[in-house]
């Protein structure tokens, strides 16, 4: 963990000092009371559903020695307080100071739809700890980007960020404090749709993670957004992506797109690499599993029409397999027609059995033309997981947004 000193972020930022050891060092910052360890930062901010404040001591039981507060509260004797109108805007702003002036590091960010994870942890391993740092999971909004952008070392050669966005202007914010060396955009579909009028812009909003770029950095993007690409950067466009067959079998279709895109990424950074480095995907995403001997996919950290199709395509003996899906949650107007679509699609492929959780997947089910496959509505896990036990299948597959938590049919099976 590298360290950071109070001076700096109250100097960079409109936190003041209250109480404590103004030369005080902490490792990092979080807003988490359960994340938080020793010699680290915790940030009570007033959330909609929850007050950090009334986290505080918990959060300096595990370990906190500093305090970032909106209002004034009491600390221990051993704990330094500092207050700002908002704890967000402190951890904001100290992290883009903190990649402007200490960072000496080559940054790559990942944006798009889908595959960023999955890119990321590609490219990540491929590279090696050693040389190169990676967000942690899906910490990639404007809270959990800054948080990890803290956490990486001085002196690392190469940091890998995801960068996600839910509403408009978000992602210049993001660019602002990640100033990325190299951006690579996976592709950009019709995840987060609700709070963008078209796709195209969801597109120029996507991009705009580009803004901080300087002259000549690399951008990575499909060829069908080429135009909407800075003049002043090194673009690399790519079309196709064929995954090999021998990857396929490893980690999947979508993954092994991914694959191959970090291929086309690290080429630029002229390092050397092996390419038969075994790749561990992010859990619950195309995770292979078997319990009690039966096989599960659990591919249900998001869901987007794109991934639900990535995933069909990476299942073989689709008609012995059980597919338990469930809504695809921000997709905006025409969410009704995109679940049937994808519903649809996977009947063309004849599974065994199909289960539906959520309100979308069951008004897309009332629309669809009578077949002969078996398919049925949920509201409870210990339903499904009750039909399971008596019924044979090669694979379970399950696929649905993180809103459902449906990884927990597994956990309870």
Known sequence: MPNHFLKDLINCSSAQFVCGDINLCFNFLHFDSRLIQKNCGFLAMVGESQDGHDYIDKAIENGANLIIAEKKVKVASHVTLVIAKSALDVLQTYAKWYRETKLKTYIIGITGSVGKTSTKDCMSQLIGQDLCYSSEGNYNNFLGLPICLLKMEENQKYGIFEAGISTPNEMELLGKILQPNMMIVTNIFQSHMEFFDSHSKLVKEKLKLSKQMRTGSILILPKKYEQEARDDLKVITFDHLIPQKKQIEKIGFGPSISFELSKIAIKYLEIEVSLDNEIAMTPLRMQRCIKKGQNFLLDCYNASPESMSALFLSVSNVNECIFILGDMLELGVNKEEVHLRVLSDLLKLKPKKICLFGEIFSKAYEKLEKNSIDIKKYQRIDDVISELH???????????????????????Y
Request: net charge positive.
């Open 390 to 412: 008596i019924l044979e299948s090669e694979c379970i597959v399950i696929k649905g947004s993180r809103f459902f938590a449906l990884e927990k049919i597994y956990q309870k």
